[in-house]
């Protein structure tokens, strides 16, 4: 196996200096903000062939939710020059295992979700529009089309908990809505059609949802740079390698057969009690002997 050497070593290149100060075209985040959503009794649409499990069912359990999409839009807040409203449209794709009979496994089902948010985050102002040669594929013009003045929001987020799962009659636990209304680049994504006529039941998902928007725009920056980095790191061909010097490489898993504790009974370990014999701020009274505090050190 090669020696794989570190990349750009930082001490080496620090200790030579700043060589130049350099113009990058970059995106600065102007404002951001972070949401803990919890999302509560949504409706869960399904296809023809999944609506006729729920149908079946005795009762659902959440297996897992993931984040399929999402559409965003920015538009500038009247009479407050700056701000931005962004509007998020989440697409969740739910999966459900429906329990039809007592002594049989249930059947996993797949069901689509949607939740809109919106918040108003700065962006400063700009009134030019940007062009570029990069190749844009189906257009008339093979280059990016002109962007708006408008920042850029990006929306980062994690897949959602799925925190409850029940089943109910359409209009008793759920809103009386009509069929879904997904766009059809969503709808593509499951197997089946929307357009149930009545289903007999409904499902509704309790989701927790953790998310980060920002607004940025393209400037450039002035910032000093040390020099190029070029790439020390030797490539690998563990392919051609003997598997067994490939394992040699892995360190023994001694965490796996001997699990750590919590505290390790040592000065300075972080346990809470700042590891000090005679001040331990724990909650025990900075008693030396009688220490109960539940941190597992012993002095």
Known sequence: MADNRSCCSTADVVSGGIREAVCIDTNRVYDSCADKDCLADMRVYFTDRAQCVIDNATSVRCRSCKIINSFIDVEAVPFNRGYYSVDI????????????????????????????????????????RIFSSEFSPDEADEQFLPTS???????????????????????????????????????????????????????????????IVQLERDVQMLIPAYDFCVPEKECCHDMENDPCDAFKQIRFPVNEFFPPTECHQKKNDGCGCGGRERENNCGCGGRERDNNCGCGCQR
């Open 89 to 128: 449209t989440f697409f969740f794709k739910v999966y459900l295992d429906a329990y039809t009979t007592p002594m049989n496994p249930p059947c996993t089902v797949e069901g689509l979700t949607s939740f809109s948010k919106k918040c108003i985050l700065y962006g400063s102002e700009g009134n030019v």
């Open 149 to 211: 003045a408008n920042p850029k929001a990006k929306v980062q987020c994690v897949d959602p908990i799925c925190l409850e799962a029940k089943l109910c009659r359409p209009c008793d636990c759920c809103e009386c809505e009509g069929c879904c209304s997904a766009p059809g680049c969503i709808r593509r994504l499951f197997d089946g059609d929307f357009n149930v006529a009545s289903p007999e039941k409904a499902v509704r998902v309790t989701l927790g949802l953790f998310t």
